[in-house]
């Protein structure tokens, strides 16, 4: 099932690199998220856009920032990597109730 | 802001036994309350919801009860199967669709 999907599938790079994270929903959901997993498998939501607006802003570094080009699409790029950026981000949508993850990216920092 | 905590955290069963899983939540304002299961390696994927003016709701082998009223939801799973093995969250929507999830519990069903 394709109905979200990000690339990369697994980020490995060094510390202090930027690298960027993209998502795509095919549901023609209004919301769409980013949630980050640890290696403790808790997912903590980071943001949220609303019809490419910013609507939830989570205490996240500010080398972390989002972008919404249009309503299907949601990226995130994170600046100055550190060691403890290393997780699993899951990009999600939602129209109304019903959320959807789309297939996460391991990023590792080394 | 809303705070679900969820428990246990690990659960072993038998294959054929019952398994329980429950969350409490902070916020009367929540009002929508999804259970999602991970596999290892995979993403979180819906099995089943509530929404806030029912009390229960079932789907084949697998039951969702609220308790407004105490603010505690729970997931039932009855005649377990090895493939039901996974993490279960549960989760709480709040205002402008922000979703708070439970810290996760792994279950084991033992063939």
């Known amino acids: 099932d394709t109905a979200v999907s990000q690339t990369p599938k697994y980020l490995v790079t060094q510390m202090g690199n930027d690298k960027s994270i993209k998502c795509e929903q095919n549901?023609?959901?209004?919301?769409m998220y980013w949630y980050k997993q640890d290696s403790k498998k808790f997912l903590k939501i980071m943001f949220s856009?609303?019809?490419?607006?910013?609507?939830i802003n989570e205490t996240v570094p500010n080398r972390f920032s989002p972008k919404s080009p249009d309503k299907a699409h949601l990226n995130l790029h994170i600046n100055s990597l550190e060691l403890g950026d290393s997780a699993v981000y899951f990009c999600?949508?939602?129209?109304?109730?019903?959320?959807?993850f789309g297939p996460g990216t391991r990023l590792t920092v080394t | 802001g809303e705070n679900v905590e969820q428990h246990p955290s690990t659960l072993s069963v038998q294959e054929g036994d019952s398994a329980v899983i429950k969350c409490t939540y902070s916020?009367?304002?929540?009002?929508?309350f999804p259970w999602y299961k991970q596999e290892l390696g995979k993403r979180p994927q819906l099995i089943i919801d509530i929404r806030s003016n029912v009390g229960e709701k079932k789907d084949q082998r697998i039951a969702v009860t609220l308790n407004k009223t105490a603010k505690h939801f729970s997931l039932h799973i009855t005649e377990t199967q090895p493939e039901d093995s996974a993490v279960y969250f549960c989760?709480?929507?709040?205002?402008?669709?922000?979703?708070?999830f439970g810290s996760g519990t792994k279950l084991n069903v033992k063939p």
């Open positions: 999600a949508s939602t129209q109304g109730q019903e959320q959807y």
């Open positions: 856009y609303n019809n490419k607006e910013l609507i």
């Open positions: 549901l023609g959901h209004d919301t």
């Open positions: 916020d009367s304002a929540s009002n929508y």
């Open positions: 989760a709480a929507k709040h205002n402008f669709n922000k979703f708070y």
